[in-house]
């Protein structure tokens, strides 16, 4: 009688639910049904008290551990100190004077051949080279509303200053890896940037 009782129990046990059926007492088992554990106390009728427990299975994951950095050789090892990292935007200038007074002859004398037919579209086109302290000068006079361009070369720093009522002012230096000349901060093209300075107050478009 005992074990039939007790194999109905099992059968009824629900899995995660606990609950009490009370009746007349006498005896007592215990038995596992999956995660679930049956709690029985047994007369010669039936059951006087049947509790349902789950248990939960513990799991136990690997433990990463950290590696050792490896030991390198002395000569593999490099100072911080000594390190010099350089933006790959960055160019290298050309320092010869020749070199560099050449190339901006032939940038301000192509600027002065783009922006000239210029001039017909706009109403206020005053373009202007001449000789300045630190080297030659273009400037660009659009009028009192849209303001004025200027190119300023420095000869003796082989570097020249763009400034716009846009872009404010950037220094350039001439790219001895490209032959372009480039913002001396981040690399950018200048030609591009003048032409996009241009086109947003004036009429045509800069053939560069």
């Keep these: 009688m005992t074990m039939i009782v007790l194999a109905r129990l099992l059968r009824q046990a629900p899995p995660l639910v606990s609950r009490t059926i009370s009746t007349s007492s006498a005896s007592k088992a215990v038995v596992q049904r999956g995660a679930t554990f049956v709690v029985a106390r047994f007369s010669e009728d039936l059951p006087q008290q049947v509790s349902y427990y789950h248990s939960t299975t513990r799991t136990e994951f690997p433990v990463r551990r950290r590696r050792r950095p490896s030991h390198r050789n002395q000569d593999d090892s490099v100072n911080a100190e000594e390190t010099h990292y350089e933006s790959p ?44 302290d630190l080297g030659e000068v273009i400037t660009l006079d659009l009028g009192a509303k849209l303001g004025n361009y200027r190119i300023e070369i420095s000869e003796e720093d082989h570097i020249f200053e763009y400034s716009s009522p846009i872009s404010g002012k950037i220094l350039y230096v001439l790219s001895a890896a490209t032959g372009e000349w480039v913002g001396q901060e981040d690399g950018h093209n200048f030609e591009g940037l003048l032409v996009r300075d241009l086109i947003r107050y004036c009429r045509g478009m800069p053939k560069l």
């Design 89 to 132: 935007l960055r160019h290298s200038p050309v320092v010869d004077t020749d070199e560099f007074l050449r190339a901006a002859d032939e940038l301000l004398t192509r600027i002065e051949g783009a922006l000239e037919p210029m001039k017909a579209q706009n109403e206020t086109f005053i373009l202007e080279r001449s000789r300045g």
